[in-house]
């Protein structure tokens, strides 16, 4: 299969990017304009507001790590299936498993639909309160 070049690269970029908690980088991984959609709530989200949720989550986690990855290119980027594993600050394991499908154009992300398991992301610091 053809794909986007430097589609499987941009995947990389992006999670160790999420992991290692860099996450101002996300703003030259993804395209200006750029948005995510989640199936938990249907909803678009802009990427300074996914910087911001994913800042709140590592910054109550003791683990952050992404288990299991498998990577596909596709003919308009690529799709990321994985298990994210949290460890909150009190001890609460979440594995929230995930599955992304992302427009790569250039070597940036146009767009993420983003599936999650909706019992996990509940539980996650962005969603109290």
Not at 5 to 24: I, Q, Y
Not at 48 to 68: M, V
Not at 97 to 102: D, V
């Amino acid at each position: 299969m053809t794909g986007e070049p430097g589609a499987l690269d941009t995947a990389r970029r992006l999670f160790l990017a999420v992991e290692s908690g860099e996450l101002e980088d996300l703003n030259t991984i993804f395209v200006e304009g750029a948005q995510v959609w989640h199936n938990t709530d249907d909803s678009l989200t802009d990427i300074p507001t996914t910087i911001r949720n994913l800042r709140t989550i590592r910054e109550n986690a003791r683990l952050f790590s992404y288990r299991d990855i498998r990577r596909t290119l596709t003919t308009e980027g690529f799709v990321q299936q994985h298990t994210l594993i949290v460890v909150t600050r009190d001890g609460r394991r979440i594995e929230d498993r995930c599955c992304c499908i992302c427009t790569v154009r250039r070597g940036r992300i146009e767009r993420m639909d983003a599936y999650h398991d909706s019992a996990a992301t509940g539980a996650m610091a962005h969603k109290a309160g």
